[in-house]
Each structure stands twice: as structure tokens, then as C-alpha cells.
């Protein structure tokens, strides 16, 4: 029943490692959202798809690299970690704003949590 | 000077007490301004939605929002531990998805029984 899942919750791993984490929604939203939340809980788009069409693609390294297979999934994908890619990683979706629909109301899924050692 | 600004807290109040959050913000484009509530370790939920300047009232939850003073507030009323939480501000230019919404930094409420 879960609307938003992400895969794992937690997740350790050793510097220059490359990782995945993926995303999932069953309310048939057409937007997907990747954000970054730092030790100081601050929330920070990434990137977001909608319809599998990548809309924004904020100032990230390009290690970070998002991938949609269809518009129920979002998956996200990290190349050579760093230290400072050690954050939570929430994935959202909301329904199409463009239609009448409240885009801002964006359901988050429980978040990841990356440390990078 | 940062898009959105919000006092990190901790904010710690009596049970009962009224609770009130803001955020000030430095985009006068903004239209769209919502209040989300995140527990420990869980991910954000969105509380409140207004557009415009205005208030909103849901039950023990009132938002405020003076565009002329770039300035949005949230006042929770006979505050209950169950408030006890992280409240972020957030606010978009269009309401579209094509558009990113900017969340404030939290402010961490604690309510204490």
C-alpha cells in the first residue's frame, strides 16, 4: 500500500563505490522527484521527470546520473562517491500540475540514507 | 542571502501552548507557498497549501502569507506532542511541474506534555 517506496533505506559504502537507489509510485503521478537532505535538514531538488522526460536538472555532479524506465520509476544512480554525497535521498511524485492537479503537493517516500565512508 | 530563510530552532513549547513558524523568502515571484512536517526519520508531508497572500485555516493549523513582506507564517493551536516535529516552508513560482519548489530549512519543533 505504500505510495512512495525507495530501495535501500540505508545503504554504507566506501568512497569511489558507484550505487543505485531506486524509486517507485503507485499513484499514477506523472512527476518524479529526486532530492538531496543534508545534516542541516536541508531539502534540495536534484533532479525531476515527468512522464519519463527529465524536466530539472539542478547543479549536481554529473556522477549523479537519474534514470527513468517509466513514469512509476526513478531511479538514481551515483557514481564514484564522495564523502560529501553522505545525505538522506528522497524520491517524490505529484500528480500533473499542468492539468488543474496540485503539484505541490508532493508525496515523499521514506528517504535513503547514504553514508559514504 | 539564501532564497528562503527559516529559524532552525530547536523551538520547544508547552503542551497547549500556540505554536508560531515563519519563513521569509527573497523571490517576489513566489505565488504558491506551502507548509510540510517531517517526522524523525520519516519523509516530508505537506500540512498546508495557500496561493497568493491570505490566510488558510485546517482544524488547529492556520497559514499566513504577506506577499508585500515576503513573509509566510504557520500557527498551530493547543499545540500537542504529536506536533513535535520538523516544519519546513516551501514555495513555487507556478503551480506547474515544470517549476521547482524551494523548501526553507526547518524548523524543529519539540512539544513538551
Known amino acids: 500500500d505504500t505510495a512512495v517506496s525507495q530501495t535501500p533505506k540505508y545503504l554504507v559504502t566506501q568512497m569511489g563505490n558507484d550505487k543505485s537507489i531506486k524509486c517507485e509510485q503507485n499513484?499514477?503521478?506523472?512527476?518524479m522527484y529526486w532530492y538531496k537532505q543534508d545534516s542541516k535538514k536541508f531539502l534540495k531538488i536534484m533532479f525531476s521527470?515527468?512522464?519519463?522526460?527529465?524536466?530539472i536538472n539542478e547543479t549536481v555532479p554529473n556522477r549523479f546520473s537519474p534514470k527513468s524506465p517509466d513514469k512509476a520509476h526513478l531511479n538514481l544512480h551515483i557514481n564514484s562517491l564522495e564523502l560529501g554525497d553522505s545525505a538522506v535521498y528522497f524520491c517524490?511524485?505529484?500528480?500533473?500540475?499542468?492539468?488543474?492537479?496540485?503539484?505541490?503537493?508532493?508525496?515523499f517516500g521514506p528517504g535513503t540514507r547514504l553514508l559514504v565512508l | 542571502q539564501k532564497e528562503v530563510e527559516q529559524d532552525p530552532g530547536p523551538l520547544s513549547v508547552p503542551e497547549g501552548a500556540i505554536v508560531s513558524l515563519n519563513c521569509t523568502y527573497s523571490?517576489?515571484?513566489?505565488?504558491?507557498f506551502m507548509w510540510y512536517r517531517q517526522y524523525s526519520r520519516k519523509g516530508p508531508e505537506l500540512l498546508m497549501y495557500?496561493?497568493?497572500?491570505g490566510n488558510k485555516e485546517d482544524g488547529r493549523f492556520t497559514a499566513q502569507v504577506d506577499k508585500s513582506s515576503k513573509y509566510i507564517s504557520l500557527f498551530i493551536r493547543d499545540s500537542q506532542p504529536s506536533d513535535s516535529a520538523t516544519y519546513l516552508c516551501?514555495?513555487?513560482?507556478?503551480?506547474?511541474?515544470?517549476?521547482?519548489?524551494?523548501f526553507g530549512p526547518g524548523t524543529s519543533l519539540s512539544v513538551i506534555p
Open positions: 521527470y515527468n512522464n519519463k522526460e527529465l524536466i
Open positions: 516551501a514555495m513555487s513560482r507556478v503551480k506547474t511541474s515544470y517549476d521547482k519548489v524551494i
Open positions: 517524490a511524485s505529484s500528480p500533473p500540475g499542468t492539468s488543474g492537479g496540485d503539484q505541490e503537493t508532493q508525496y
Open positions: 523571490n517576489s515571484a513566489f505565488q504558491y
Open positions: 499513484l499514477g503521478h506523472d512527476t
Open positions: 495557500t496561493y497568493s497572500s
